[in-house]
């Protein structure tokens, strides 16, 4: 996928345009936007799993 080149380019990149002080708060977000993703993920593989139960109850 990327090389160690790649990503230090694009974290120098990353730095020029957003500046040090940036980088804290864009990584909280990005964390805390990841957490949300896998409780959504969760939150539809239980919900998948009731309809399965349901649907063998029923027949």
């Known amino acids: 996928m990327f090389g160690s080149k790649e990503i230090i380019v694009i974290a120098v990149i990353i730095l020029v345009l ?3 002080a940036a ?3 864009f990584a909280k ?3 805390l936007a990841k957490k949300e993703f896998e409780k959504g993920l969760k939150e539809a593989e239980e919900e998948g799993s009731e309809k399965d139960t349901d649907s063998k109850k029923s027949t």
Do not use: A, D, T, W
């Open 18 to 20: 957003f500046g040090s």
């Open 23 to 25: 980088i804290p708060k």
């Open 29 to 31: 977000s990005l964390g």
